[in-house]
């Protein structure tokens, strides 16, 4: 059953405005910021926001929707790709960002648990007197609660895994306004369903999560992070494949193609060499980063790899991952005035060189401006789409380039999304991908939520 439509009736909120007062909104700039996203698609907008600080707050707002079969929106900071936030029937969207406490942390333990609210950046600076960190580092500075729901990765993964990995336990509000607790802080359990799992990607269709339990990792003592240019996009990609099969721990691998490196040589004042190029860090002691890094520089050199360049200096590292994470507004830079979309597929290794080199193809073909860089230790990579969003036929090219890059990365034996999640923009690449496992996951979503209130309209249509 579909939640029903906007526009929600005012005095249904009035409960909800009493209860939060000044942490209640229905004004009109404030719902828009909640209904707008990097996506196709155009504003949708909720009825309302509130801003919770507890998760009985939380489970308090949901059971009023459900009693009235008001659709519920989770909100982070609005980082996510594929329209997962937009409101699609309208209803109240849940602003999850004033949770923003780090409830507790156990240095032996080498975990914490966190609100949802709590930003990637925000969690490691709180946690740098402690010698331990968090890895997951989707580029953005998303929430912890967001990069749960979206089964987030990023640069780290090939070392440190997925969110997926990393969440131990979660509390969640379900559609009923129940709340329960799933997993716990023991590295491993045999007990029951793994409904942290579950939950852990399941993009605010199936609950709110409103506590995160996280495992954490020591500070390396140092780091290394270099640079090498290769004549072929073949050379770079067996690099990475044959840097992984000889188990040298890399932590970051990332790959940027000619065009992307002359898009970050502009915007950020690099002066790197105009070739397929792969920014690597790797993480241990100063003898072992240093192994590691003459290692790598041996393997690349087998592949037509230039001079591996690295460094342990901190200044030099950070400007070098900056550029790295600017790299989108750097793809705007190249047509000023347009917009960009970025997507997102991941295939084997062993298939990443064909399937890059058809996607440059596709995009050459599209007319569209699309440099790809990736996290091609796991073999996840991104089209950065610039187009005119005001031009009709552009914008036509642009979604059919994107529906290519999904069909060559699933011919590939691939998925339609690494990190971004499905939202509202990839869910009949769902269907193609799993097939009648879509039907399983329709009857989970019906058995928790049998009224459809909760982020209708994501991941599948019921």
Not at 66 to 90: D, K, Q, Y
Not at 115 to 134: D, M
Not at 199 to 228: D, K, M, N
Not at 422 to 449: S, T
Request: with cysteine; net charge negative; glycine share 12%.
């Amino acid at each position: 059953m579909i939640a029903s439509p906007s526009p929600v009736d005012p005095a249904v909120f009035a409960t909800l405005q009493a209860q939060f007062g000044d942490r209640f909104s229905t004004a009109a700039v404030v719902r828009e910021h909640h209904g707008r996203a990097e996506t196709f698609f155009p504003a949708m907008m909720p009825d309302a926001v509130v801003y919770p600080h507890t998760t009985e707050e939380v489970a308090d707002a949901v059971r009023h929707c459900a009693a009235h079969g008001i659709p519920v929106i989770p909100f982070g900071v609005g980082t996510s790709l594929e329209g997962h936030f937009l409101a699609l029937h309208g209803g109240l969207c849940i602003d999850l960002s004033q949770m923003n406490q780090l409830l507790r942390v156990s240095d032996d333990d080498l975990d914490c648990t966190v609100q949802p609210g709590v930003t990637r950046k925000q969690l490691n600076e709180e946690l740098r007197h402690t010698g331990l960190f968090f890895p997951i580092d989707p580029g953005a500075d998303a929430t912890l609660g967001g990069m749960t729901a979206t089964r987030a990765s990023g640069t780290n993964a090939v070392r440190y895994g997925t969110m997926r990995t990393n969440v131990l336990g979660l509390t969640v509000v379900l559609p009923d306004g129940r709340i329960i607790h799933t997993g716990g802080r023991a590295r491993k359990s045999a007990a029951g369903y793994d409904l942290t799992g579950l939950f852990v990607g399941s993009e605010g269709t199936l609950g709110i999560i409103t506590e995160i339990t996280l495992r954490l990792y020591g500070q390396p003592e140092a780091v290394s992070s270099g640079v090498c240019a290769f004549e072929t996009l073949r050379g770079a990609v067996d690099t990475v494949i044959q840097t992984i099969q000889l188990g040298i721990p890399v932590a970051r691998i990332e790959l940027l193609d000619e065009l992307q490196i002359r898009a970050v040589n502009r915007y950020s004042g690099t002066d790197l060499a105009e070739r397929p190029t792969l920014f690597l860090e790797f993480h241990g002691t100063p003898a072992g980063v240093a192994e590691q890094s003459a290692l790598f520089g041996e393997i690349a050199a087998g592949h037509d790899g230039g001079e591996f360049s690295w460094t342990t200096n901190t200044e030099e590292r950070t400007a070098l991952w900056d550029a790295r994470h600017k790299a989108y507004y750097a793809a705007l830079a190249l047509r000023p005035g347009c917009t960009g979309i970025s997507t997102d597929v991941c295939v084997p290794i062993s298939h990443l060189c064909d399937c890059i080199t058809q996607t440059r193809a596709a995009i050459e073909d599209s007319g569209i401006i699309g440099p790809i860089l990736g996290h091609v230790g796991d073999g996840n990579f991104h089209v950065v789409m610039v187009f005119d969003p005001d031009s009709a036929e552009e914008v036509s090219r642009a979604k059919a380039l994107s529906a290519r890059i999904v069909e060559l990365a699933l011919a590939h034996g691939g998925t339609c999304t690494g990190e971004h999640g499905i939202g509202m923009g990839k869910k009949g690449y769902l269907i193609e991908e799993h097939g009648d496992a879509v039907d399983v996951m329709r009857a989970i979503k019906r058995a928790l939520d049998p009224a459809g209130i909760m982020n209708p309209g994501k991941v599948f249509d019921l």
